[in-house]
């Protein structure tokens, strides 16, 4: 079965600490990850996809094959990163390639002064 | 950059009644997926479509279905309602051919009394 996890609900650390959100993952088949996060009062939007290799606000993800894992992480946190992230797979889709998106259940970062 | 729309905001009906959903998707996107997230939870994938057609299903009843339009608008449709029906509906438009690129409305927040 295609299924994302994220085992902590809350994750709080202090300005300028290390941040890693943890997301694992169970998909038979070469998956495609993904972070989205969710600003308080905004919609959810694309943080970075594992494909792209990217670093995006000083966060990256490594994808991880042989622990099925896709960590979120970030050197040093600030408080404007405060918000909810998932973490989706891409289950694959009809003829779009588009593929509907799994998520994860989210993990709420809260960063402290 | 994301130009999807959703109406309205905020539904409240009561159990076995129907209810429409709406979203507007921007020029371009010729996927729009519906997305069902209970509080607390991550979003759940209800349906895409692609071409006017459905294009892969998630776990649910028939009782929820859609409509995609041209115009790049679309609907979601429940009948009769349930309780459990009650969660924040997320449509998100895409490009096909392009994976993973889907972009999020802001929701319609469901409660059925």
């Known amino acids: 079965a295609q299924r994302v996890t994220q085992p902590e609900k809350l994750l709080s650390v202090f300005k300028g600490a290390p941040v890693e959100l943890k997301c694992n993952y169970s998909?038979?088949?070469?998956?495609?990850l993904f972070w989205y996060v969710q600003y308080s009062r905004q919609r959810l939007q694309l943080l970075l996809r594992?494909?792209s290799r990217e670093s995006i606000k000083g966060f990256t993800a490594d994808l991880n094959k042989g622990e099925t894992s896709f960590h979120l992480k970030k050197p040093f946190a600030q408080e404007e990163d405060s918000a909810m992230y998932y973490c989706a797979l891409s289950g694959g889709g009809g003829s779009s390639n588009t593929g509907k998106l799994i998520f994860g259940q989210g993990t709420t970062l809260q960063v402290k002064p | 950059e994301t130009g999807v729309t959703q109406s309205p905001t905020h539904l409240i009906k009561t159990r076995g009644q129907q209810v429409t959903l709406r979203c507007s998707s921007q020029?371009?996107?010729?996927?729009v997926s519906w997305y069902q997230q209970a509080l607390g939870q991550g979003p759940q994938f209800i349906f895409q479509y692609y071409r006017e057609e459905e294009n892969g299903r998630g776990n649910f009843p028939p009782r929820f279905s859609g409509l995609q339009f041209p115009n790049y608008s679309s609907e979601l449709n429940v009948n009769a309602l349930e309780l459990d029906d009650s969660a924040l509906y997320l449509c998100?438009?895409?490009?096909?051919?392009?994976?993973?690129?889907?972009?999020f409305g802001p929701g319609t927040r469901l409660l059925v009394l």
């Open positions: 594992h494909i």
């Open positions: 998909y038979s088949g070469s998956p495609e």
């Open positions: 020029s371009g996107h010729n996927t």
């Open positions: 998100a438009g895409g490009l096909a051919g392009v994976r993973e690129t889907q972009y």
